[in-house]
């Protein structure tokens, strides 16, 4: 819940590995996806392919992860003048993976929930907003939509350390007291060995602490970010809230932050990178915002020399203050205009489907996040894929407590949900890769 656990991908360089080249039109469905990081990476990519027109159809269970989709396209898609390309990239990464955020980027985040209040309750100010965004949920869903984006706008503050502190207890339970050898282990003998070995022992055990993610030395976190919270309901004049209820022994840092097109930044020496996780997913993030707006390759300027990745700093205890003021970036504008399309739906309407005739034979591109299997069904992906198709499905490689016969046992239950299907199945390693791959035939062949 609230960033993902694999790796962004471009869907539209996926599709054309299996296809000589893509439709004037592209339909793809993304179930569970958590956030927008496949839409970013696919958007800003979009220039390096064929010219086609794409339909995202988004499904997720739950509203918190539709808001914060709502949030980050809004902050990704700000223009230049509005929201410079450094500070965009920060404000983004700390609300996206902090726990704490700069009391600046508290206030942009009441500024822009006020404008996606607007959106949720007035079409006509959402078609003005974001014209590219349509969102097909039921009056109940909207309504706690907008409870959320109200609470995000609230006054009342609230320890945010003391939840997470809370809901680490109740996760390492007799582990709590011996905590830093837990997270040592995890990091070391988990993460590093299934692929995460970008991610350094500083950073990591800074978001297991406190939940801090992202750091830079010359920022100080202080503010609760409110869009970390869950289960908002209204309560006379304010909000009741269960607190932090997301992940908390990955972290943020598998989607943007553990590859990157410039190899320096993956160097290591004896052991220690030169570059944190959070400077490769900051360097990312900067690529994709620019190639959305320029359509034009980026070249990475390097605006300091310092190398945090073998640092070890000094550990201070996280204050959650109430009364720090700092530069407010610019109000947040109408985002760029985008030549496709994002449709927000809820999970329910997943059921319907599989019946109603103007989603057979839709689907291009079909893919399930990890969470999601229970949804996983041959009928729906028999009538809403189209031939030679993609599907992809998430592996939980980097679910920590998993080991290699929990990964097999994924693979075999997925296998035996797609059984009697003509799949031809991409080649892939339960053990290795991020993602299953398969691609629909009507043609006689293999089922599986």
């Not at 109603?356 to 591109?365: E, I, Q, R």
Request: aromatic fraction near 12%.
């Amino acid at each position: 819940m609230f960033w993902g656990l694999t790796p962004a991908l471009d869907l539209l360089k996926e599709y054309e590995l299996t296809q000589n080249s893509p439709p004037e039109e592209l339909n793809i469905l993304i179930i569970g996806g958590v956030d927008c990081r496949h839409v970013l990476l696919t958007e800003a990519k979009k220039y390096l392919h064929h010219k086609c027109k794409i339909n995202f159809y988004l499904l997720e269970a739950c509203m918190e992860n539709i808001a914060r989709q709502l949030l980050l396209l809004n902050i990704a898609l700000q223009t230049p003048e509005s929201l410079g390309l450094e500070r965009r990239t920060k404000i983004f990464m700390e609300l996206y993976g902090n726990t704490l955020v700069r009391p600046s980027t508290a206030k942009y985040l009441k500024t822009i929930a006020s404008n996606l209040v607007k959106m949720i309750t007035n079409y006509d100010f959402l078609r003005t907003f974001m014209s590219f965004i349509n969102i097909e949920i039921k009056y109940k869903e909207r309504d706690y939509l907008e409870n959320l984006f109200k609470f995000w706008c609230g006054n009342d503050d609230f320890n945010i350390c003391e939840c997470w502190d809370k809901m680490l207890r109740k996760t390492l339970g007799v582990r709590y007291d011996s905590k830093i050898g837990a997270f040592d282990w995890d990091l070391h003998m988990r993460f590093h060995s299934v692929g995460g070995k970008q991610v350094c022992n500083q950073e990591y055990k800074n978001f297991r602490l406190t939940g801090v993610a992202f750091s830079w030395l010359e920022s100080e976190v202080s503010k609760p970010n409110r869009s970390l919270v869950c289960a908002v309901i209204p309560n006379g004049e304010s909000y009741a809230h269960y607190g932090y209820l997301g992940d908390m022994q990955t972290g943020p840092y598998v989607a943007y932050g553990l590859t990157c097109e410039d190899e320096s930044f993956l160097h290591s020496s004896h052991g220690q990178n030169s570059y944190r996780a959070t400077d490769v997913t900051e360097r990312n993030l900067k690529q994709i915002f620019y190639e959305i707006h320029n359509r034009e390759r980026y070249e990475h300027k390097t605006t300091s020399d310092t190398k945090l990745g073998s640092v070890v700093m000094k550990e201070e205890k996280r204050v959650v203050d109430i009364k720090a003021i700092d530069s407010d970036p610019r109000p947040p504008n109408t985002c760029i205009d985008l030549e496709d399309n994002l449709l927000f739906f809820s999970i329910s309407i997943l059921d319907l489907m599989k019946y109603k005739t103007k989603y057979h034979d839709l689907f291009d591109v079909v893919y399930f996040g990890n969470s999601y299997m229970k949804y996983l069904d041959k009928d729906f992906i028999g009538n809403v894929m189209k031939n030679k198709s993609l599907l992809l499905i998430e592996n939980q490689i980097f679910f920590l407590n998993h080991r290699n016969k929990d990964l097999e046992e994924l693979e075999k239950n997925i296998l035996a949900k797609l059984e009697g299907l003509n799949l031809i199945k991409c080649e892939f390693d339960a053990l290795k890769d991020s993602y299953f791959k398969f691609v629909l035939s009507s043609d006689d062949g293999s089922t599986m």
